[in-house]
């Protein structure tokens, strides 16, 4: 009987606010200590909102994206030879951010190099689902046989032209705090996130290393709504969720936590919960939920990576995130959510979910043990 491929992390890395490395990112997010502070990389003297959560010493982009794609590639115990004609999926931001450096198809491609990645390149900037995407489609590359392995890497770092234009269009939270699904929450905050993960088929057995967690499955789906408000009722959402479930081939009541998308914003939130309402059905009052966005920021383009290193440690530790920033229930959430301190899970699969202005949604389903 031949065995199913599966989509493995076997390297992981991350940087926040929260710290260098992804034991940093788990261990913030267990805390729930936010990390929001005052910007002084650039002049927030016009801002209506001036925090964020940032590095207080961070490099350029592509300093950052390449030590964190080596560090990634050394936790999977990846050699020269085995990083040779491995893939790179690069998530960045595609606008003015990145106006005074290399596009970032050059990008991509310098990082490869760089890197000792010698394999095909493929850029995503599709807003907010970027990363989230580029994992589904390294993992589907990876089960049907196409690829034995791939890098996955993606980044932002908070800057002043999407700063000034979320702060203009009145997203940002104005009492400088996110508070996913809660009752008196006021917008999302920026934060800088830059990850790295190494997925690799199941057959890789030689170097004795140890999976992080599988990629069991992925959904992805449109709702084309609005350009920029979220469709009310979640359909797109509930279709990329029930999308990810029957690829795994798990019902709802698998799912032991979910990681939000949840941005702290009225209508995505609420928009969120009712997916979830539509997807898992009665479980959706059960299953435990939170936003790690309350800890980390909203980091954009590398969100969906940043939050699915998180998941997947958490998952592995048995700890829940904490919903930071909860200020009481709010009847258009009516979920299970994590608060005031971390919860412990026998759980062995979570979900992570994205969704992007232009309605895109997906969602990832990790799994352990």
């Not at 190099?113 to 580029?134: E, K, M, P």
């Not at 359909?235 to 009541?253: I, K, M």
């Not at 909860?326 to 959510?337: E, I, K």
Request: hydrophobic share 45%; proline share 5%; charged share 15%.
């Amino acid at each position: 009987m031949v065995r199913a491929r599966v989509a493995q992390l076997t390297g992981v890395y991350a940087v926040s606010a929260l710290g260098r490395g992804a034991d940093a990112q788990l261990a913030g997010a267990l805390a729930g200590a936010p990390a929001f502070g005052p910007v002084d990389r650039f002049d927030t003297a016009a801002r209506r909102v001036t925090v964020a959560a940032t590095l207080p010493e961070v490099g350029s982009l592509p300093d950052e994206l390449a030590a964190a794609i080596d560090a990634a590639c050394r936790a999977a115990g990846l050699d020269s030879a085995r990083r040779a004609g491995c893939a790179l999926l690069l998530a960045v931001h595609g606008g003015p951010a990145l106006a005074a450096g290399p596009t970032p198809t050059v990008l991509a491609g310098q990082l490869a190099a760089r890197c000792g990645l010698s394999g095909h390149t493929r850029v995503y900037t599709s807003a907010c689902v970027s990363a989230s995407t580029a994992v589904a489609d390294a993992a589907a590359r990876i089960t049907s046989g196409d690829v034995e392995r791939v890098v996955v890497a993606a980044g932002y770092l908070v800057e002043s032209d999407q700063f000034a234009l979320f702060d203009a269009g009145r997203a940002l939270a104005v009492d400088g705090a996110v508070r996913p699904f809660s009752a008196g929450r006021r917008g999302l905050l920026l934060g800088d996130g830059v990850a790295a993960v190494v997925l690799e088929s199941s057959t890789d057995r030689r170097r004795g290393v140890h999976p992080v967690a599988t990629v069991a499955g992925w959904g992805r789906a449109g709702d084309a709504f609005h350009p920029c408000q979220p469709e009310p009722g979640g359909t797109g959402l509930a279709r990329a969720v029930d999308a990810a479930l029957r690829r795994a081939g798990l019902p709802p009541q698998a799912v032991g936590y979910v990681n939000a998308n949840a941005t702290g914003t009225a209508q995505s939130d609420a928009a969120e919960a009712a997916a979830l309402h539509r997807a898992f059905g009665g479980y959706a009052a059960e299953v435990p939920v939170s936003s790690t966005k309350s800890v980390h920021g909203h980091a954009l383009e590398a969100s969906g990576l940043l939050e699915l290193v998180v998941t997947a440690l958490a998952l592995r530790q048995g700890e829940l995130p904490v919903n930071a920033g909860w200020l009481g229930a709010d009847d258009s959430c009516p979920l299970n959510v994590v608060t005031n301190r971390p919860r412990r899970t026998e759980a062995t699969h979570a979900l992570t979910l994205n969704a992007a202005f232009g309605g895109a949604n997906t969602a990832l389903l990790v799994g352990v043990g």
